[in-house]
């Protein structure tokens, strides 16, 4: 007997399968993620950082046109994260997050998220420059 097949789905809300760069902000810090799955009570991200559940953070992203059906909008949530763990290898952590609110941010900023990317990743190089 498949132990699947007892299984009772608990969730109220459709998830989506998005792989999507994601800015993830908590305690005054700014880092990097990718997300797995998101829905309007939730999101489930990958980042270098490990956050204990309970954290506070706010969540920065585009949501695409699929999910909105029309244009394309930067995103910002806040919520709080409810499991963590860290993958094999420990190089990055899986974290899911209980969404409390979220708000669509103006389109004419452009796209936070890479734009926060290539700050990064001119920082990375500006010091890795530096360190020779």
């Known amino acids: ?30 880092v990097a993620g990718f997300t797995q799955d998101v829905s309007a009570r939730g999101i489930f991200f990958y980042s270098e950082v490990n956050l204990p559940e309970g954290a506070g953070v706010e969540l920065t992203f585009t949501m695409p046109s699929e999910i909105t059906l029309g244009d394309s909008m930067p995103v910002r949530c806040r919520g709080r994260v409810v499991r963590a763990a860290a993958l094999e290898g ?26 926060f990317m290539r700050i990064s990743a001119a920082a990375a190089q500006g010091a890795h420059s530096l360190n020779r």
């Open 1 to 30: 007997m498949n132990p699947d097949a007892n299984c009772v789905e608990r969730r109220a809300a459709q998830r989506f399968e998005l792989h999507l760069p994601i800015l993830v902000r908590f305690e005054g810090q700014t």
């Open 90 to 115: 420990g190089q990055r952590s899986g974290m899911a997050v209980r969404l409390d609110s979220y708000e669509y941010l103006p389109t004419d900023a452009g796209d936070p998220v890479s734009q």
